[in-house]
């Protein structure tokens, strides 16, 4: 099933190394938004989109970097200054952000571990 | 603060026991309730929203304002119905992010 698709799905990193996750979304969707999950926890808001060339800090931007120059794409960058970032990650997309009760569509998600 | 709270992480219930995850809210405003489902291997999807006033597989959730609680509830569970069921709330002029509580996994035995 297509729709939002990230990649990969699987990531390791070294210490101190930067890597940057995919989510590429062909729904036409205007908003987008990355998840973080980790057990016990639910999942936490990192950074959102709400238009192109546009982007918001979530609950928990430290140490993540994103950046919105298509519709379709909405990068996630894991910087080395992120002190924890290993967990799964979730992108999703809702049509638009006008309305609170608009439904998201979430990925498949990446699990990055940090060696 | 804006918060969920989902007080079980795990509900075990025999096949055909009724089922209630419970999920409470802190919100200033007037907000959006949703419940997301994660069943194993699969993507987490929207199983109900408040403002849909539907029943998704045999599943409903009333808001209760007073009591700020917007819980799951089905009759008769079935074994389908073992996934992560996550509660979340979104509020108006908030870009349409959603706050999770951290999740109930429910387990129906045969």
């Known amino acids: 099933d297509g729709g939002i698709t990230q990649s990969p799905k699987y990531l390791f990193r070294k210490e101190g190394q930067n890597v940057t996750l995919s989510c590429e979304q062909n729904?036409?969707?205007?908003?987008m938004y990355w998840y973080r999950q980790d057990p016990g926890q639910g999942l936490r808001l990192i950074y959102y989109?709400?238009?192109?060339?546009?982007?918001q800090k979530g609950d928990i931007a430290e140490g993540y970097s994103v950046s919105r120059e298509k519709k379709e794409s909405f990068p996630l960058t894991v910087t080395s200054a992120q002190k924890n970032p290993t967990a799964f990650y979730l992108c999703?997309?809702?049509?638009?952000?006008?309305?609170?009760?608009?439904?998201?569509?979430f990925g498949p998600g990446t699990r990055l571990t940090v060696l | 603060a804006q918060r969920v709270t989902q007080p079980e992480k795990l509900l075990s219930v025999f096949k055909g026991a009724p089922v209630e995850l419970k999920c409470n809210y802190s919100y200033s405003g007037s907000p959006e309730l949703f419940w997301y489902v994660q069943y194993s291997r699969q993507r987490l999807q929207l199983l109900l929203r408040?403002?849909s006033r539907e029943s998704i597989k045999g599943f409903t959730a009333d808001l209760n304002k007073g009591e700020t609680s917007f819980h799951l509830k089905k009759p008769f569970a079935q074994e389908e119905d073992s996934a992560m069921y996550y509660c979340?709330?979104?509020?108006?002029?908030?870009?349409?992010?959603?706050?999770f509580g951290q999740g109930t996994e429910l387990s129906v035995k045969p």
């Open positions: 729904l036409n969707h205007d908003a």
């Open positions: 979340a709330l979104s509020g108006t002029n908030q870009g349409g992010k959603l706050i």
């Open positions: 999703a997309s809702s049509i638009n952000s006008g309305a609170p009760y608009n439904e998201q569509f």
């Open positions: 408040h403002i």
């Open positions: 989109s709400q238009i192109v060339n546009d982007f």
